[in-house]
Structure formats: C-alpha cells, structure tokens
C-alpha cells in the first residue's frame, strides 16, 4: 500500500471512528436520560403512594372510631349521631361524606346536604360485599358519581355487626376524587406527564391533566406491570396502555398504596422523555458531521501536499516520508495512549481487589491460588499498558545518569537464561562506565526487545553478538532512522546471523502493530518501543539487513559525564495508618469503592465522592475534620488540581495526593502549581499507596 493510500485509509477510518463513537454516544445519552427520567418518577411515585397512604389513613381511622362507638353505645338519637359525624369529617377534607347503612341496604344517617333519606344502595358494591360476607376488612369501591353530588367519589366501607356477630349494616366513608385531582395537581410533571390513581383491579380513579371520560373505566393494565405490582409493590419501565386513546409507549413508574387496593402511577409519552435526547442528538450529529468533514479536509489537503512533494528530488522525499512516519506514529501513539489511560481505571479495581481477595484467603487454598494468577495476569497487564504508555511518550520516564554497560549486562544474564541450545551469546561489553540520560526500565526494554527479536530471527540456530562502546561524530550524520549532531554518543550494536529482511520490510519495522511473526508470537510494540524510546532519549537508530544473512542494529544514545545514581535501596516497610480520615474523590465508582475498602485495610477512615463539587461542599463544611486527600484528576465538572486549589484556599497545610493515569511533566507542573505533595500513577497498589499517604503525612519509616 502507498503512502498515499494509507493517509486515504487512515482518513477514513478516524471518519469511521467518528461516526462508531458518535452512535455509541448517541446510545448512551438515550439509556441515561431515561434513567434520569425513570428514577424521578420512582421518586415521586413513593412520595405521593405515601402522601395517598396518609390521606387515607386518617379515613381508616374515622372508620374505627366511629364502628367502635357504634357497637359500644348503639346509633342513639338520629340527630345527634349525624351532627357528630359532621364534626367528625371537619377535620378530614378528603371524605366527603358519612353513611350509616341499614342491613336492608337503605342510608339510615348521612352528613350530606341534603340528606338522601331512604336512599337504596342495596346494589351498590360497598354494602353487597359487607352483606354477602365476601370480604372480611374494609372495602374500597371503584368511582362513581355520588347521586346526590353529582361529584365522583369512591367508598371505603366497614361492616358493622351486632352483639351476635350478625350483619348489621355498614358503615360508608364517601371519599372526594377532586381531593386528589388538587393534591396531584400540585406537581409540574411537564409536556406528556401525569399522574394517575387506580384500583388494584384497573379501574381509573383520577388522572392528571384530567381525562374524565375515562374516570370510572376499568383500563386493562399490562400483565407485565400488574405481576411487579403483585410481587414487589412497585413496577418501573417502559409500557403501552391496550385501552389508553392516545396510543404510544410510555415511561411509567407504579407503586402500591400499603394496607389498601389502590395504585398511583407517574410517567411520561415516549416523546416527551425523550426530547432532550433528541435536542442533544441534533447537536452530536453535527458535530460528527463536522468534524468528519474536517477530517476528510485535512486528509484530502495532505494527499495534495503528498502528491506535490513527490515530485522533489530524492534525498528531500526521503527526509519527508521519516517526518510522515513519525507523525503517523505519533497520532497512532495518542490514540493507545488514551486506551491505554482508560484500561489503568479498571486495572486499578482487578488489583486492588485482587490484593485484598489474597491476604483474606487460606494458606494453601484454591481461592488464594486464583487470586494469585488474578493478580499475575493483572501485573502482565499493567506492564503492557507501561509499554503502550512509554511507546506513546504520554509518560514520560523519570530519567536519571546510568551506567549503560551495568544495564546490558544484566538483560544479557536474563536473555542467557531464555537461548536455545543452537544459539551463541557473543558480547562485547566495555568495563569502564558509559553513561547516559534515560530511565533503567526503559532501556532494559530496548536491549531485551532487541536480542528477542534477534533470536527468534535466527530460529534456534545462529550466533547473537551484542557490542557496547563510545562513539565520537565530529560531523553531523544522517542514518537509517534519525540524525546524529556532533557530539560522542553511546552505541550499542545488536547483530544477528538470522533470516534477514528485504527493503520493504526493513521499511516498516519501526510501524506500530506490524510484525512477520506469526500469530501468538508478537504484538509488532517491539520495535516502536524501542523507536519511541531512543528517539526520545535524543538518539537516533541505524538498520542494516539482507536476506538470509542477518541483520544489525546500531543505537546511538547521547553520552553524559554526569555522576552515575546509586542504586535504589529496598523499600522501607510503610507506617500504616492511624485512622486519620481521608477525603477520597474518584469518578469511577467501581475504583472509588475498592480504594475505600483498601484505605479501611490500611488503616485510615475514608469518606468517598464520586463528585469533586460535592466533595469540595463536604470539605468546606467541616474543613478542619480531615487529615489527607486523595483524588483523581481527570473528573467531570472539577478536576483533581482544581480541587486542590481549592482546598488550600481553606487550609494551606492540609496534604493531597493526585492520582492519574497520566504523569507527564505537565501534570508535574499543574501538580506543584496546585499545591499537592505526591502524584500516583494508576493502577495503584496498595503498597503504592500506603508509602505516598506515609509520606504525606510525615510518618513514612
């Protein structure tokens, strides 16, 4: 494939990106504006079943009151019994009104005005039910338009009985719907919202806005919300009412009313939960649009850039193509890099779990063998995400003056231990020290990825020749991949007898992800690595293969004559913690509840947010009650150094350590701007972190 066609190739796929994540957006914008919707509604629905539950309470006990005086003291003067039951409802708004039953099912007292005397409710269903012995508790009635109203009401009955047990009427609590109708009007439940009372049978009571022709009418409510009704008390989801006249599926949240047959529902019409998905839909589309359009732009500008620089001689086409390579190298660097920041986030959680599932488990048991393989996979894991990072340079290494010939030496005593009996291990080291600028661990990676490779080039069978000396370049050079100032250099020859590689794969073997191994035997980050590495460092690489005669690779590294650092020391035991409490602050809640956990093991009191405003409002309440934070630093709304800038308006001394998936120097910068005292890099264990609490507490051994 061309240059040409690559950038074509890698337009379109960063388009195809672009609209995959603009979809995937667009996805969970709709699953989380419906479960912002879902959970106001199961809110409010528990609010009002327990608003109705105490409405209706007080009629239950105007019910029991007045049956207890009944049997205690007998019905008496008809007068005076009807004035007390009218002082009785005072107090009670909901009931309109008090009937006493007679067995014949004709009203004996009632406090209406007028009052319906002899009335016959003998067929109405509050006095059939008392009479039949049907029920043995109160009765609740579907509406009905009271006959002397002319208002919709709905009974809640009790049977009254005589000495005997006999029936001896019933007694009629005539509850107001408008009541209802004014308590749910209250409530702005927006465009397509309501809120609506039902009896466990299906019959509507109200329903607000109001849609009275429907008030009375037995409505089949789905089998999937009666059977959560009927399990659990409560239903949440979508549904589509068979006989509701407006049709569509709606958002509806249920709740049962407790001790009574009756249900109250809030929700909402599809379209209008669903219309600031829509509004934000609109705006990611053309986002995505635009940005795609720039992005073919940009892409169809550099082709016509490519195609006019071809036409230059050859030295110039060949210095363009190693800045194209690098470029592209560098953008597809960026693009593992934020894999790679996310993957540490839930790398964090597999650890420190991982650690914790290990100190609980038995000796010698099989959970403790699979937290140790737990935690052996998470460790590979860590140290490719390392890799990624490293190739990315989105991590910059802490870098310090080493001894060059200590550090191949040792990867030699390891790459001894991994030949095959065919192959011969030939070095050429220096005794004296050659130093260099560069981090340990990264330049281990370098010489190990370069003898590997050099040895599955030779399949079993060859001689490995490794060569470390100082280099003078009193002139400017330009090699395979890179340019060397003036200046005495540090270079490292790694040569082997293997297979060899033809021009065009000696083309791309610095391309991130491209190797000729087969399947299970690289990833193809080897090599760039070790690009990333030496370019970085301020060296440069020179290759020269031929097929079926080997290959050698020269690395040239800037030769320093600073002091060579001392050996790191093995690290002292850690003073735990002395239950001081800890502001802990992290976005991901899964992390956020295992670094709780793990501070709790180590010894302190944490108190955690998954909120950096709501941990600043818990900080500014009670400043003087916490003794370190930690928190995170990519965070919506406040980042962690925001945070922390804001923390040390109040208290100046107070210690804070970031956590990060990054940690570069800019964030060294914002770090120290913002006053914190240590930055961690994630995945932290929790040795990691309990010397950097040690630490920032001024108690570490």
Not at 96 to 104: A, D, H, K, S, V
């Amino acid at each position: 494939m061309t240059l040409r066609r690559a950038l074509f190739v890698f337009g379109f796929v960063l388009v195809a990106v672009n609209v995959v994540t603009a979809i995937w957006d667009l996805r969970n914008q709709r699953t989380q504006v419906e479960r912002n919707a879902l959970r106001s509604f199961s809110n409010l629905t528990s609010v009002l079943a327990e608003q109705t539950s105490r409405s209706l309470e007080s009629v239950d006990l105007l019910l029991t009151a007045l049956a207890d005086e009944i049997r205690k003291s007998g019905i008496g003067d008809p007068a005076t019994r009807t004035a007390r039951m009218r002082d009785r409802i005072l107090g009670v708004p909901q009931v309109y009104g008090l009937r006493i039953i007679t067995p014949e099912g004709h009203v004996l007292l009632s406090t209406e005005v007028p009052a319906p005397a002899e009335l016959d409710v003998s067929e109405r269903a509050y006095f059939t039910k008392h009479r039949d012995g049907a029920i043995d508790r109160r009765f609740v009635s579907d509406p009905f338009v009271g006959r002397i109203s002319g208002r919709w009401q709905f009974a809640i009955s009790e049977r009254l009985s005589r000495v005997d047990g006999g029936f001896a009427g019933v007694l009629v609590a005539l509850v107001d719907v408008a009541y209802f109708d004014r308590l749910y009007r209250s409530l702005d439940m927006g465009e397509g919202g309501f809120v609506s009372l039902f009896t466990s049978g299906g019959t509507l009571i109200t329903k607000v806005p109001g849609q009275h022709a429907l008030s009375g009418r037995h409505l089949s409510l789905p089998d999937n919300v009666l059977t959560a009704l009927q399990r659990d008390g409560r239903f949440a989801g979508w549904t589509r009412g068979s006989d509701d006249p407006e049709g569509g599926p709606m958002l509806v949240s249920g709740a049962a009313i407790a001790d009574l047959p009756l249900q109250v529902y809030a929700g909402s019409r599809e379209h209008a939960v669903l219309e600031p998905w829509r509004n934000e839909a609109w705006r990611i589309g053309a986002r995505t649009l635009l940005t795609s359009a720039v992005v073919l732009a940009l892409v169809a500008l550099a082709a016509r850039e490519l195609t006019r620089r071809e036409q230059a001689d050859a030295r110039v086409r060949e210095g363009e193509a190693r800045l194209r390579q690098a470029e592209k190298m560098e953008a597809v660097g960026r693009l593992a890099s934020g894999i790679a920041h996310d993957f540490n986030n839930i790398l964090g959680g597999i650890l420190g779990y991982g650690e914790m599932i290990l100190e609980t488990a038995p000796e010698g048991s099989a959970m403790q063998r699979y937290a140790k393989n737990l935690l052996s996979g998470a460790n590979r894991a860590r140290d490719l995400v390392d890799q990624i990072l490293a190739y990315s340079r989105s991590q910059r290494a802490q870098r310090a003056p080493l001894d060059m010939s200590r550090i191949v030496r040792e990867t030699l005593d390891l790459v001894r231990g991994s030949l095959a009996a065919g192959i011969e291990l030939v070095p050429s080291l220096r005794d004296e020290p050659l130093v260099v600028i560069g981090d340990a661990t990264h330049l281990h990676q370098v010489v190990m990825n370069l003898c590997t490779n050099a040895i599955h080039a030779m399949n079993d069978t060859g001689t490995l020749r490794v060569a470390l000396g100082s280099h003078e370049v009193a002139q400017g050079r330009v090699v395979a991949h890179g340019v060397l100032a003036p200046g005495r250099y540090v270079q490292l020859t790694v040569s082997d007898t293997g297979s060899g590689m033809d021009a065009a794969t000696l083309a791309r073997i610095f391309e991130p992800f491209f190797t000729t191994k087969e399947v299970g035997r690289g990833t193809g980050l080897g090599l760039a690595l070790v690009y990333g590495i030496v370019t970085d460092s301020g060296g440069a690489i020179h290759v020269t293969s031929e097929l079926g005669r080997g290959s050698t690779f020269e690395i040239y590294l800037p030769q320093s004559a600073a002091a060579i650092l001392a050996v790191d020391a093995d690290e002292a035991a850690t003073a735990p913690g002395r239950g001081e409490r800890v502001l802990l602050v992290d976005d991901e809640r899964p992390l956020l509840e295992m670094t709780a956990e793990l501070l709790v093991k180590l010894g302190y009191s944490p108190e955690p947010f998954s909120d950096g405003p709501a941990a600043l409002a818990a900080f500014e309440h009670s400043p003087e009650s916490f003794d370190v934070v930690l928190t995170d630093e990519m965070m919506p709304g406040l980042t962690g150094s925001g945070l922390a800038r804001a923390v040390r308006e109040r208290r100046t001394n107070l210690p804070i350590v970031l956590m990060s998936g990054y940690s570069g120097p800019m964030l060294t910068q914002l770090a120290l701007g913002a006053g914190i005292s240590e930055v961690l890099k994630k995945p932290v264990q929790s040795r990691e972190l309990a010397a950097a609490l040690a630490r920032a507490l001024g108690r570490a051994s």
